[in-house]
């Protein structure tokens, strides 16, 4: 069992920056991959980007690329989401999710695909 924990949610200004971590209480760190979703109210959760088990590679949805930057410490147990270049339309909820390795294919989209998520943090962007 995976407990996921978000923080870093909060209030920016268009153009503005964010950081979003994640910890990971229980099972072993390094057998999942990580991923970081996002859902506005009534819409479906998307997906945004995700990160091997290794670290060593990252896939992003391609509204957020260039401006986003996902990234793990092995070590720490955390799974970080750097949000530059802020927009309006990044207003969501965002979550952290884990799948494990186990069955796994990459690049990992699919919600469904993902094992464990975390309660998800806010992120407000104002024009």
């Known amino acids: 069992q995976v407990q996921l924990v978000e923080s870093g949610g909060g209030l920016a200004q268009a153009g503005g920056s964010l950081r979003l971590s994640c910890a990971a209480i229980?099972?072993?760190?390094?057998?999942?991959?990580m991923g970081w979703f996002r859902r506005a109210p009534g819409k479906e959760r998307e997906f945004v980007a995700s990160?091997?088990?290794?670290?060593?590679?990252?896939d992003y949805v391609d509204s957020v690329k260039g401006r986003f930057t996902i990234s793990r410490d092995n070590a720490k147990r955390t799974v970080d989401l750097q949000m530059n270049s802020l927009k309006p339309e990044d207003t969501d909820v965002y979550y952290c999710?884990?799948?494990?390795?186990?069955?796994?294919?990459?690049?990992?989209?699919?919600?469904?695909?993902?094992?464990?998520w975390g309660q998800g943090t806010q992120v407000t962007v104002s024009s």
């Open positions: 999710a884990a799948e494990h390795v186990d069955g796994s294919s990459w690049p990992s989209h699919l919600q469904d695909d993902y094992d464990y």
């Open positions: 229980g099972g072993t760190f390094t057998n999942y991959i």
């Open positions: 990160i091997s088990a290794s670290g060593r590679s990252q």
